[in-house]
């Protein structure tokens, strides 16, 4: 495993576009080498004669039966939207791809 540093901390939150103070990156860095440590401990964990688990509680859930009980009123909702076109909304780009 490499070492994570603060300068490469930096480059993830760039890419990522995220503002991180220089004050606050030393100690960011420090919890994601903690993080990073225990993922290391757990994934070198022996789980060979760990029989697995569906789920930890045996309890189940009881489910109603997927029945309609309205009626369909997407014309009703969208006479309130700006703009619609075939049953969709339609809505401003919100994400520029570079």
């Keep these: 495993m490499s070492t994570l540093t603060t300068e490469s901390v930096q480059k993830i939150a760039d890419l990522a576009k995220l503002h991180i103070s220089s004050d606050k990156l030393p100690a ?48 009703l909702f969208q006479k309130n939207a700006p703009q619609v076109e075939a049953g969709l909304y339609i809505v401003p780009k919100f994400v520029e791809s570079e």
């Excluded at 004669?49 to 997927?66: F, G, K, M, N, Y």
Aim: no cysteine.
């Design 28 to 75: 960011l860095t420090d919890a994601l080498k903690n993080i990073l440590t225990l993922v290391k401990k757990m994934d070198d964990a022996n789980t060979q004669d760990v029989q697995a688990l569906s789920h930890s509680v045996s309890a189940t859930q009881p489910l109603r039966e997927d029945i309609i009980t309205e009626k369909d009123q997407r014309d």
